[in-house]
């Protein structure tokens, strides 16, 4: 009979969690334990539960021979270095959806505090004044709710709202219009849109470049008069000053925040106006989504540990090593090309299609196909994405994957094809694999060949083609000081327009773009960072 694994409980979890593991393993707690001790027997254990106030750094994961699984009772894994863990082959998990009841639960209790001015009423009587007329609120039924950002924890909120008899619309590119109809919510194709309908707007997205301060000054002018802001989400997503400029100016009815730039934050105009409620970021604070992460991640372990399917494993290791030893080379070229054609599509994504050419075509591909979609996904979803989360993700908004494979390929050994659709358009790239090592290179955008090596950052062009057009590209890229690493050119025998694509050493601005689109001849320009 084989030795029962062994599992650490560093933190406290719900009993619930503790039981769970107990069946399978030999489970010690070491809730008082301290550095030095964790230090000296971490090597003792196959699995080890953690929540925020254990660090796991590369000099603990080099001590812990044995580890097979790292469980993060939580949604963020900052405290663990990913890249030792994977190094070694040790499976992260996290409990990424086990606070999204308690999120979404605190939005709408903030919207409702909001319009009827609980907190200072509350402040008011509290202080002895009866001061009722002073307090006059509003209803939320029969008001349009405008969800940004439609992934697990704004589908709950639209549900909730739809409880209030209220309207709700939605944006996100990565939800398809089936996925909308199926929970009763309006899909919308621009912020704008949703901007003009709303009468409370809920914030959902993810934290990236694009959509830091996406809430601004701009954003607010176009907006109803009256409207109120809710942002449990990320405290980055709204310019705060842009906010107090709007319900100054009469033109924002009222914000509820639960999230700020930096935490903790205590000194901003934002958080003495009446017209403003505010707290602590509490969207997580629950009993039930603390004992919920426990317990999910609990589930993870004993899935990591028996040779089971860790669904909510945040690094590669999860994937079976016998399918990854031979593919592995590819999940990056797969990966980029994902993210490529995300980038120069402009609408929704509906569905992607995958091709393998070549010998490609005689592997089980289903792990590339997955790697294509963490690509397109990657950056536009509340929870990080990898290789075992990107499935459901992008079940969840509606997106389906087809793939096909074709033994034949007339120029490469190895051959991927993506093709993204979004109503009638399509956006379709191609790439393969170069040398000993796979690098990743490109080989053909919007139907026109060539070779390039992929890079972090790309602009790609379509133009007539004609003498000089390379020069111009490269002339307007000097006076923006962007640095050209590589470049390459496909262009179609009968055709008279070319494709022009470029990898600059860094990313490449909207302005920029415009620039080169004002030149005779250009017709579409694409920026995209990987």
């Given at each position: 009979m084989s030795e029962r694994a062994k599992v650490l409980v560093k933190e406290r979890i719900a009993e619930a969690g503790v039981d769970l593991l107990r069946e399978s393993f030999d489970v010690e707690l070491g809730l008082d334990w301290d550095g030095d001790r964790l230090q000296g027997r971490i090597g003792e254990f196959d699995g080890i539960l953690i929540r925020s106030a254990t660090r796991l750094d590369r000099?603990?994961?080099?001590?812990?021979?044995?580890?097979?699984?790292?469980?993060?009772?939580?949604?963020?894994?900052?405290?663990?270095?990913?890249?030792?863990?994977?190094?070694?082959g040790i499976v992260v998990a996290n409990a990424p959806e086990a606070n999204s009841v308690a999120?979404?639960?605190?939005?709408?209790?903030?919207?409702?505090?909001?319009c009827r001015n609980v907190p200072q009423a509350h402040a008011s009587l509290a202080g002895g004044a009866w001061e009722r007329s002073r307090f006059k609120g509003a209803e939320l039924y029969g008001k349009t709710l405008g969800v940004l950002g439609f992934g697990r924890i704004g589908q709950l909120v639209a549900q909730r709202a739809m409880a209030f008899d209220m309207n709700v619309v939605a944006y996100?590119?990565?939800?398809?219009?089936?996925?909308?109809?199926?929970?009763?919510?309006?899909?919308?194709e621009a912020p704008e849109q949703l901007y003009e309908r709303a009468d409370f707007i809920s914030l959902h997205l993810p934290k990236t470049p694009e959509t830091v301060r996406f809430i601004d000054s701009g954003a607010i002018a176009t907006m109803r008069d009256g409207v109120r802001i809710v942002n449990c989400a990320r405290g980055e997503l709204v310019d705060l000053d842009a906010l107090c400029d709007g319900l100054r100016s009469g033109k924002l009815a009222g914000a509820a925040l639960d999230v700020f730039p930096h935490e903790p934050f205590t000194d901003h105009p934002v958080l003495s106006r009446d017209d403003v409620v505010v707290t602590p970021h509490l969207g997580a604070s629950t009993e039930e989504a603390q004992d919920r992460a426990g317990i999910v991640t609990a589930e993870q372990v004993t899935a990591a540990l028996s040779g089971g399917v860790v669904t909510t494993a945040v690094n590669i290791a999860a994937v079976r090593p016998e399918v990854m030893e031979a593919l592995a080379p590819f999940v990056p070229l797969c990966e980029q090309l994902g993210g490529l054609a995300q980038g120069l599509g402009a609408g929704s994504v509906h569905r992607v299609e995958v091709e393998f050419r070549g010998r490609l075509a005689e592997s089980d591909t289903r792990i590339l196909g997955i790697a294509v979609m963490a690509g397109i996904l990657k950056g536009h979803t509340e929870e990080a994405v990898n290789l075992v989360n990107a499935p459901h993700l992008a079940e969840q908004r509606g997106i389906e994957l087809t793939e096909t494979r074709e033994a034949a390929s007339e120029d490469f050994t190895e051959l991927v094809v993506v093709r993204i659709r979004s109503g009638e358009d399509s956006v379709e790239v191609a790439g393969t694999g170069v040398g000993p090592r796979n690098i990743p290179h490109l080989t053909r955008v919007w139907g026109d060949d060539f070779f390039l090596p992929f890079a972090d950052n790309l602009a790609i062009f379509r133009y007539k083609d004609q003498p000089g057009m390379i020069g111009r590209v490269g002339t307007v890229f000097g006076e923006e000081g962007v640095n050209i690493i590589s470049a390459a050119v496909g262009a179609e025998p009968e055709g008279d327009t070319a494709v022009m694509a470029l990898t600059t050493d860094n990313a490449v601005n909207r302005e920029t773009i415009d620039r080169i689109l004002e030149l005779d001849g250009f017709t579409i320009g694409r920026a995209v960072s990987l």
């Open positions: 000099g603990l994961i080099e001590r812990a021979d044995r580890l097979r699984v790292i469980g993060r009772a939580g949604t963020g894994v900052d405290n663990v270095d990913m890249e030792a863990a994977t190094e070694r999120a979404a639960e605190h939005t709408l209790a903030m919207m409702l505090a909001l996100d590119k990565f939800v398809t219009a089936e996925r909308f109809r199926e929970l009763g919510v309006e899909g919308l």
